[in-house]
């Protein structure tokens, strides 16, 4: 398997330079709702196959509004990878993304948009308080879903309460994810730390009405408590709290916190870093995959991020050839560097495909069955990708792979390993 994914990737990309692959600085993410509109214009490369020929491959995330880092990245880099493999020939991809706005009930009307569309894969939704909502869905209709990155344990279901050891939520059996779960990230966050040794004194600053931060939280505290590391604030914050930190660093200030944990997306980390610099407030900070994207935070003093460490699966600055062809395609397409979003919605594709060609899919068979296929394959293959080598799925869905520790050097993300 992963001689036959390394021999594809390398074709991919002799392919993408003779083909030559769509998009511009001005490329939309989003797929036309036009079904005979496939990824790649197949009036300029024949390789491509007709859309009825195609596997139809949705995905639903923020395009719009406070977390639209995350949606068009994730978007961006799907595309991107739906290019390559179309430009190889055989199996076809048509892939069409929806606007969610980071909104539950915006994400499952965009499912069902999808699902009329007649979408056979469901990339899934970006982030995790949608994710919940439409992997209920995916599940109800059979539909095989991997998203990239929402990452809370609900969104699998059957997943064990790291504090009480019981299973909250049924398990979704066709559900998997790219990214790590919430437990991982909070457990690996306070080993790293404890390793590291990189604070005596530790504050926690979590939204306690999200399940991302909330699930990262929990573990990250029962970790905490295990290593023996010196928790000295805990503070939280609402959707409709989080314009104010004041009395949450002033917590952690006065109790003498050297290193704050945030658990959280990018945009109430600017927040709290402007208002900690505002009052002289300097400790080390300590973020998680969902601060990726802070430094394109429009109106943010990206220097107040400067020494901000984070656990990330993907490294833009790595010098292998796949993360380098990545990184080239994206700056050309779309003037950035991509994110981790970006890189595990590559991934995603690239597996999904993996798995439609070891399975022998066609865009004939059922829905069902192709899920059904998919989910024999995700259970028992290994992949390499951008964001892992060796990648392996547990029954309950939850992918297996090393995080990465990163620091914010000079207005870029460099390795600390």
């Not at 992963?2 to 390398?10: D, E, F, G, H, S």
């Not at 993360?323 to 700056?331: E, G, I, N």
Request: aromatic share 8%; glycine share 10%; proline share 4%.
């Amino acid at each position: 398997m992963k001689k036959t994914l390394a021999l594809l990737l390398a074709v991919c990309m002799m392919a993408a330079m003779l083909a030559g692959c769509a998009g511009g600085d001005d490329a939309d993410p989003t797929k036309p709702a036009d079904p005979t509109d496939a990824v790649v214009d197949n009036t300029t490369d024949p390789t491509v196959a007709p859309a009825e020929n195609a596997i139809k491959i949705g995905g639903v995330g923020p395009l719009t509004g406070g977390a639209a880092i995350y949606g068009n990245a994730a978007a961006n880099g799907a595309k991107i990878a739906a290019e390559e493999i179309n430009a190889l020939g055989g199996l076809q991809l048509d892939l069409n993304y929806q606007d969610d706005a980071h909104d539950a009930e915006k994400s499952v009307n965009a499912y069902n948009t999808l699902k009329g569309w007649g979408m056979q894969v469901f990339l899934g939704s970006v982030t995790s308080t949608p994710g919940v909502a439409t992997s209920q869905e995916a599940n109800n209709d059979h539909i095989f879903y991997l998203t990239p990155s929402a990452s809370s344990t609900d969104v699998l279901g059957g997943v064990a309460n790291p504090l009480t050891g019981t299973v909250d939520i049924a398990r979704k059996d066709n559900v998997f994810q790219m990214c790590f779960v919430d437990p991982n990230q909070g457990a690996a966050s306070a080993q790293y730390i404890a390793d590291q040794t990189l604070g005596t004194k530790i504050a926690v600053i979590y939204k306690n009405d999200d399940v991302y931060s909330t699930g990262v939280y929990q573990s990250f505290d029962a970790k905490a408590k295990e290593l023996g590391l010196n928790v000295v604030s805990v503070t939280t914050f609402t959707e409709d709290t989080k314009t104010d930190f004041s009395v949450q660093l002033g917590d952690a200030q006065s109790k003498g916190a050297d290193l704050v944990f945030l658990p959280m997306y990018y945009d109430a980390a600017a927040l709290i870093f402007t208002q900690a610099n505002a009052m002289g407030y300097a400790p080390k900070w300590f973020g998680i995959d969902g601060m990726d994207g802070i430094l394109g935070v429009e109106g943010f003093d990206t220097s107040l991020a400067e020494g901000v460490m984070l656990l990330t699966p993907f490294n833009a600055d790595a010098e292998d050839e796949a993360t380098q062809s990545f990184v080239a395609k994206y700056k050309a397409a779309y003037g950035e560097v991509p994110n981790q979003f970006a890189a595990d919605a590559y991934d995603c594709v690239y597996a999904i495909y993996a798995a439609l060609t070891n399975a022998g899919v066609t865009a004939d068979m059922s829905v069902g069955d192709i899920c059904d296929a998919l989910i024999a394959q995700f259970t028992s293959m290994t992949f390499d990708g951008l964001t892992g080598e060796g990648m392996t799925w547990a029954a309950d869905g939850a992918v297996t792979k090393s995080p990465k520790g990163m620091v914010i050097q000079n207005g870029a993300y460099v390795g600390m390993d």
